[in-house]
T-cell receptor, first 115, second 113 residues
Framework: ETGVTQTPRHLVMGMTNKKSLKCEQH?????MYWYKQSAKKPLELMFV???????ENNSVPSRFSPECPNSSHLFLHLHTLQPEDSALYLC??????????????FGPGTRLTVT | AQSVAQPEDQVNVAEGNPLTVKCTYS??????LFWYVQYPNRGLQFLLK??????LVKGSYGFEAEFNKSQTSFHLKKPSALVSDSALYFC???????????FGAGTILRVKS
């Protein structure tokens, strides 16, 4: 699991706070992803970055703002969240976002609680 | 639109018995199919994938899965379950000519000694 790391592992924030989630991949991959995992629901793809460019945004509210400064790092900036945003946020990477046969490698996730 | 169904929320198996976790999919065109496992407080780990060729795919930890095109299924199997196999299992599909990887809702596997 050291291939993809995420910090912090746990985060509690109020609805008026601003915080950021960080993801780093040490696999030399070109694509990175943010997913939201809620209980008893399929994983929801939020954002896809390929070579630092955002290639997919799945109708995610603007209170979630991604940033990819280079191919190894991915951030998710959070502001004015709602309690229903509480979930496990997973980062993943793969060799390519367009070559569909490549599997994705996941980080351990950040457990976010919005109070 | 593509979709994945994992019809069982939970599967219970005795240690040493064979296990099956079911997955069916819907996709236009040919699929790439994946299985991932998630242990408590961990991210998803890749187990195996079907790309092309032999319908029986072997993966990590003794798991295997069989691609059945006519039944649009990709069930995960293991001949002899271990207590340590207890985890949450996700099936995922991606069309050969599409971008999005779609996951099922997951199946909890409990192996009891």
């Amino acid at each position: 699991e050291t291939g993809v790391t995420q910090t912090p592992r746990h985060l509690v924030m109020g609805m008026t706070n601003k915080k950021s989630l960080k993801c780093e991949q040490h696999l030399g991959h070109n694509a990175m992803y943010w997913y939201k995992q809620s209980a008893k629901k399929p994983l929801e793809l939020m954002f896809v970055y390929s070579l630092e460019e955002r290639v997919e945004n799945n109708s995610v509210p603007s209170r979630f703002s991604p940033e990819c400064p280079n191919s190894s790092h991915l951030f998710l900036h959070l502001h004015t969240l709602q309690p229903e945003d509480s979930a496990l946020y997973l980062c993943a990477s793969s060799r390519s976002s367009t070559a569909n046969s490549y599997e994705q490698y996941f980080g351990p996730g950040t457990r976010l609680t919005v109070t | 639109a593509q979709s994945v169904a994992q019809p069982e929320d939970q599967v219970n198996v005795a240690e040493g018995n064979p296990l099956t976790v079911k997955c069916t999919y819907s996709v236009s065109g040919n699929p790439y199919l994946f299985w991932y496992v998630q242990y408590p407080n961990r991210g998803l780990q890749f187990l195996l994938k079907y790309i092309t060729g032999d319908n029986l795919v072997k993966g990590s930890y003794g798991f295997e899965a069989e691609f059945n095109k006519s039944q649009t299924s990709f069930h995960l199997k293991k001949p002899s379950a271990l207590v340590s196999d207890s985890a949450l299992y996700f099936c995922a599909v991606r069309p050969v000519d599409g971008n999005k990887l779609v996951f099922g809702a997951g199946t909890i596997l409990r192996v009891k000694s």
